[in-house]
């Protein structure tokens, strides 16, 4: 096992090498200005919009496209965090701070310890918090057989994952301002809350004013919808679904990152609608390469996949709901991990 182990370690050491005498892990800068000024100009002429119509009932029609603009911005932030945009790591981290903070309101010192943990391991229990039980269970150790309304929610858990989705928007902003008062003190916490603040509060001061109390509630509802749908649905397809390592398992970093992740099939514009999360597998290999580059990485990822009998998993973005829906329901209703992986057991 031993032997196999530093088989896969030079495996990865190899591959990494071939991608960076393909430069796949250089930075472009020049590429992320030109989203950047795109985002910015997309946000001002949708401001102008929204203060030439006023209180017009058409303003409801706008929201999501601010629903769309602030997932959009946090993919930017995102990749920001995982040090793609900089050289410098400095500027890497006061880029995903402001823009996450103040355009999205994002927490950026809630997302980076919530977001490094899940990549360092990805799936396993007790380690990565995006399968932590809270309003779903992933893990069917996890299952209680507690009977009426929460019963009955637990295995129809599938099917109201995007209907709670809904409600992704406004946890994210919670959970951005929760950690800075629970007693962790993270970085920059006052600059944080302030940079927050700004945004929370300035976006309705600014969506109230233009368009009255009646039409802005609902405007703000709205986009706060679309913004949750469109974050939770380019997350969930990547590791929902896919292998759970125990607590107990040691599995190797190019194994953990490759048998745990989906990638979604589709062309440039799907690495646009996702912000290159659906190159997941790539990306979880090579956190630190520029989104853009990501694609190009992908057939060498596959070959090396192939040559060394470790499966790359792909599929449709509709195929990957349903698999999604699929498995909360069955782990829901207390089923064994219907998707368990064979190379769990040897790595025990």
């Known amino acids: 096992m031993d032997a196999t182990r530093n088989d896969q370690v030079r495996l990865y050491a190899d591959l990494l090498s071939e991608v960076k005498a393909l430069g796949l892990l250089e930075r472009r800068i020049g590429w992320y200005a030109g989203r950047l000024a795109l985002l910015l100009g997309a946000f001002l002429a949708t401001f102008g919009v929204v203060f030439a119509l006023g209180s017009s009932w058409w303003q409801i029609a706008i929201a999501p496209v601010f629903g769309i603009l602030f997932t959009q911005t946090a993919f930017l932030s995102h990749d920001s965090a995982h040090k793609q945009v900089f050289a410098s790591g400095k500027a890497n981290e006061w880029a995903a701070r402001l823009i996450g903070n103040l355009i999205v309101g994002l927490g950026y010192g809630w997302w980076q310890g919530k977001h490094s943990k899940h990549h360092a391991n990805p799936n396993k229990i007790g380690k990565d918090g995006d399968i932590a039980t809270g309003a779903l269970m992933f893990v069917p150790e996890d299952f209680e057989d507690t009977g009426g309304l929460k019963g009955w929610i637990r295995a129809h858990q599938g099917w109201l994952f995007f209907p709670m989705l809904t409600l992704e928007g406004v946890n994210l902003h919670f959970e951005s301002l929760k950690v800075l008062f629970d007693g962790t003190r993270p970085s920059r916490r006052r600059l944080e809350l302030a940079l927050l603040s700004i945004r929370l509060i300035g976006f309705p ?23 949750g749908l469109y974050m939770g649905a380019s997350f969930a397809p990547n590791h929902k679904g896919m ?51 990501l694609r190009q990485a992908r057939p060498l990822v596959r070959r090396y996949c192939l040559e060394n009998d470790v499966p790359y998993t792909e599929a449709g973005l509709v195929e990957s709901y349903g698999i999604v829906i699929t498995y909360l329901n069955r782990v829901g209703m207390g089923f064994a991990d219907p998707f368990e992986c064979p190379f769990v057991a040897a790595y025990r």
Not at 207 to 227: E, K, N, R, T
Not at 250 to 267: L, M
Request: no cysteine; hydrophobic share 50%; aromatic share 10%.
């Open 243 to 293: 292998p759970i390592v125990p607590k107990d398992v040691r599995v190797n970093f190019f194994e953990r990152q490759v048998r745990t992740s989906r990638n979604v099939r589709g062309g440039r514009a799907m690495d646009w609608a996702m912000g290159g999360l659906n190159l997941q597998i790539e990306h979880h290999l090579f956190p630190s390469m520029p989104s853009a580059s």
């Open 205 to 227: 001061v600014l969506v109230f004013s233009a368009m009255g109390w009646g039409v802005g509630a609902v405007f703000l509802i709205v986009q706060s919808v679309v913004f």
